[in-house]
């Protein structure tokens, strides 16, 4: 797992990330949580030096935790900490991924940075400029993929490699264009660039909640390997 997390931070990276009494807590510029989150390997760490890093940042007290965390989780929840956005960690064997049938002229892998109908389609999804920027941040080798259906851009989403992992993300599919199967042309397309690449492994982060992203990548053979969480610390009024 740590290899996960590793290719996580690598390939969705915060702007920076600053050490606060063995929390790393990151600068998000914007970008959600992911990038946003506090995190540690010690459970029994004081939650003042990461809260007070995250004031300084501008930031709400967030921290993102393994699902193995169980004292952390439990230390958060007596502190009014609330849970957030539990996701699924999802790996497949980029071969299995990559044997599938792609119809031709259906996935593209695009050099950085996208092209702008990527960009409109990302933001018709509400991923907008600050995420496109921790793509940008990414340093290894990467790709924006590019998805047709009926001869018209039906989806987008970003591919990056840390070591022998690709990892996938904001995977977007304009809603006329679902149900079409340009989600699994997607996946399949970046797969065979992964293979290309010399990776070894796919890797999707999906939250729990999302039934019909979680259906697809049952359906793609993606094994569920672990979970991850958020707790974020209440607002005072919230909290009365």
Same mark, same amino acid.
């Given at each position: 797992?740590?290899?996960?997390?590793?290719?996580? !931070?690598?390939? $969705?990276?915060?702007?920076?990330? /600053?050490?606060?009494? &063995?929390? =790393?807590?990151?600068?998000?510029?914007?970008?959600?949580?992911?990038?946003?989150?506090?995190? %540690? !390997? !010690?459970?029994?760490?004081?939650? &003042?030096?990461?809260?007070?890093?995250?004031?300084?940042?501008?930031?709400?007290?967030? /921290?993102?935790?393994?699902? @193995?965390?169980?004292?952390?989780?439990?230390?958060?929840?007596?502190?009014?900490?609330?849970?957030?956005?539990?996701? *699924?960690?999802?790996?497949?064997?980029? %071969?299995?991924?990559?044997?599938?049938?792609?119809? +031709?002229?259906?996935?593209?892998?695009?050099?950085?940075?996208?092209?702008?109908?990527?960009?409109? #389609? $990302?933001?018709?999804?509400?991923?907008?400029?600050?995420?496109?920027?921790?793509? %940008?941040?990414?340093?290894?080798?990467?790709?924006?993929?590019?998805? +047709?259906?009926?001869?018209?851009?039906?989806?987008?989403?970003?591919?990056?490699?840390?070591? @022998?992992?690709?990892?996938?993300?904001?995977?977007?599919?304009?809603?006329?264009?679902?149900? =079409?199967?340009?989600?699994? *042309? #997607? #996946? +399949?397309?970046?797969?065979? $660039?992964?293979? !290309?690449?010399?990776?070894?492994?796919?890797?999707?982060?999906? %939250?729990?909640? *999302?039934?019909?992203? *979680?259906?697809?990548?049952?359906?793609?053979?993606? @094994?569920? /390997? &672990?979970?991850?969480?958020?707790?974020?610390?209440?607002?005072?009024?919230?909290?009365?």
């Amino acid at each position: 797992m740590d290899a996960l997390f590793a290719a996580i !931070d690598a390939t $969705w990276p915060a702007v920076r990330s /600053v050490e606060a009494g &063995g929390w =790393q807590v990151r600068e998000g510029g914007g970008g959600g949580s992911r990038v946003s989150s506090a995190t %540690t !390997d !010690d459970e029994e760490a004081a939650l &003042g030096p990461m809260e007070e890093a995250q004031a300084a940042l501008g930031q709400p007290a967030l /921290v993102r935790l393994r699902g @193995d965390q169980t004292r952390l989780d439990a230390r958060l929840a007596e502190a009014g900490y609330v849970v957030k956005d539990p996701t *699924n960690i999802r790996v497949a064997p980029v %071969t299995r991924l990559a044997a599938g049938e792609l119809p +031709r002229v259906r996935a593209f892998a695009v050099d950085f940075p996208p092209l702008k109908i990527q960009r409109e #389609m $990302w933001a018709e999804g509400g991923i907008g400029p600050e995420r496109v920027a921790i793509m %940008t941040r990414a340093a290894g080798p990467k790709t924006a993929i590019l998805g +047709r259906s009926n001869d018209t851009p039906a989806g987008t989403a970003f591919v990056a490699l840390h070591g @022998d992992i690709a990892m996938l993300h904001a995977l977007e599919v304009r809603p006329a264009m679902r149900r =079409q199967g340009a989600a699994v *042309n #997607m #996946m +399949r397309g970046a797969a065979r $660039w992964a293979q !290309d690449q010399g990776a070894a492994f796919m890797t999707v982060l999906v %939250t729990q909640q *999302n039934a019909a992203a *979680n259906a697809l990548y049952e359906l793609l053979e993606m @094994d569920l /390997v &672990g979970h991850y969480l958020y707790r974020q610390r209440q607002a005072r009024e919230e909290a009365e």
